[in-house]
């Protein structure tokens, strides 16, 4: 084999080995912008705005994700889901949300006895997620997001049982 005919088969070897490369970088960044988004929704019987054993998780509650540019605060993504008989819902957005404030609201509870939202801003309801592959989240892929509960109108007469049993004494009147 000449000198010429071995520096051509290495250059198209080389060619051949850095093209499949490419596409698997390719393939890489694509799923980088793919998150799935897990979470659940429940009955705050206690409404103290954290899960007791008490609670109950709901079946049909809508959620919705709201992402808003940092800058001006417009719009940029929705995207509703529902939740299933356990009261966790699942979601798929693509796309990079680095330069975006996302959070998860609630929308509507399938149990009109259990459907209020608090409405003072910081007792706002929501949970904020992070959809970028750009934050140093080890997990590309799946994103978990805290619990959001729709509150009753008058806390159950269990709940100050409940709360004795973790030792803490809410600012909740019963």
Sequence with gaps: MTSKAFFFSFFVVSFVCLSSLAGFSAADADDLDRFQIQGSVYCDTCRVQFVTRLSKFLEGAKVKLECRSRTNGTLALTKEAVTDKTGSYKMEVT????????ELVLVQSPDSGCSDVSKDAYLRNAAKISLTANDGIVSHETR???????????????????????????????
Excluded: Q, R
Aim: aromatic residues 8%.
């Design 144 to 174: 978990i997001v805290n619990p959001l509960g729709f509150m009753v109108k008058t806390p159950s007469a269990d709940c100050p049982a409940a709360f004795k049993e973790l030792g803490i004494v809410p600012d909740v009147t019963f």
């Design 95 to 102: 796309g990079d949300h680095e330069e975006e404030v996302c």
